[in-house]
């Protein structure tokens, strides 16, 4: 069975940082894109960022310029900089393998 794992959530302060990581159990972790999206209450999942297997990379207009999408296929994981953060960017942030798979997702709080 192939799991997604998320890590990383938390609490922080508008402004602050966080980065959050994916680590994945399948094999061939490098021929699938790897995306992030996120939940907030009471909305619906939304797309964040995308990295392909050959490292093209997608990002929400809200978030480009503050989050950075990067992946270590030697360590089957994807990784979600996120820099800059504001009180909107809080939500549940989750990890697919192709659209496919999908983590048990990690809680990103935003707030002073």
């Known amino acids: 069975q192939v799991d997604v794992v998320e890590s990383g959530g938390g609490l922080v302060q508008p402004g602050g940082s966080l980065t959050l990581s994916c680590i994945d159990s399948?094999?061939?972790?490098?021929?699938?894109?790897m995306t992030w999206y996120r939940q907030a209450p009471g909305k619906p999942r939304e797309f964040v960022a995308e990295?392909?297997?050959?490292?093209?990379?997608d990002y929400l207009d809200s978030v480009k310029g503050r989050f950075t999408i990067s992946r270590d296929n030697g360590k089957k994981t994807v990784f979600l900089q996120m820099d800059s953060l504001r009180p909107e960017d809080t939500a549940v942030y989750y990890c697919?393998?192709?659209?496919?798979?999908w983590g048990q997702g990690t809680q990103v709080t935003v707030s002073s």
């Open positions: 697919t393998r192709n659209r496919q798979i």
């Open positions: 990295i392909s297997s050959r490292g093209a990379i």
């Open positions: 399948g094999p061939r972790f490098e021929i699938y894109t």
